[in-house]
């Protein structure tokens, strides 16, 4: 029996604690399923085999995380190869840390990816200004570098589905009426010092809040369903005012103090 596909990636922000919540909130129906922050996907892979998702467009606006799907889509046994090629010693994570992808193939860039993932300091994903990886190497027991049957999974579930690197407003390209789109982008700051959301070297303030929160309304404008998930600030309480807001509370241990992770509050926010 076939594995059921889960995320290959911790990413920070998961939604793998938050699925319950998220599954009780969707629509019961409805045609395409977007999701322009893809990150680890864990939304996406429950729905796939659930069996409710037929048209599916995934993006993000990190190429190094759509050249993940792209290669698992694509290319699953070139990836099983190349990840099997790496080991856990640190000496080989910092040279792989180094390593270009633009002078590597697909599926050798997605392998570098999974592999830094699952070997890297708390599983962060986190560059630079310059677009590079800088997470330093995280200290494990024996971790699984190569989760052959889960990729395969993936890659079934990820057959015939268009991902693509894009910028979350072209959702408004290409989404119709009828359509479900979940926003899961980096969440709005708790306090001035909890600013991370170096998911990318470009980061995530408050413009871009504001513009993800004008596509949300447009969308709604149009009759295509959407479902935003952040942190429940009063930025973002009063950017989404006059829509249906719910608290939930979640668990985080993304965080370098283990004092510092517990269940935090979060906003689902719903434009029907």
Known sequence: ????????????????????EL???????????HEPFIGGGALFFALAEAGRVGQAHLSDANQSLIDVYLALRDSVDEVIVALHGHVYEREHYYRVRALRPAELSLPERAA?????NKTC???LYRENRRGEFNVPFGRYKNPTICDEPNLRAAARVLR?????????????????PGDFVYFDPP??????????????RAGFGSDDQRQLRDVFAALGERG?????????TPFVRELYDGFRIEQVWVARAVN????????????LVRND
């Open 121 to 123: 300091y708390n599983g």
């Open 1 to 20: 029996m076939a594995s059921a596909a889960k995320p290959v990636l911790k990413w920070a922000g998961g939604k793998g604690r938050l699925l319950p």
């Open 160 to 176: 015939g589905v268009d991902v693509a690197q894009r910028h979350f407003s072209t959702v408004l390209d290409y989404a119709r």
């Open 112 to 116: 570098r990816v999974i592999y830094l």
């Open 187 to 200: 969440y709005h700051p708790l306090s001035p010092t909890a600013n991370f959301t170096a998911y990318d």
């Open 224 to 232: 295509v369903r959407a479902m935003l998930s952040n942190s429940d």
């Open 256 to 267: 370098s103090r283990a004092g510092g992770r517990g269940k935090v509050a979060e906003v």
């Open 23 to 33: 599954l009780t909130r969707l629509p019961h129906d409805f045609q395409a399923y």
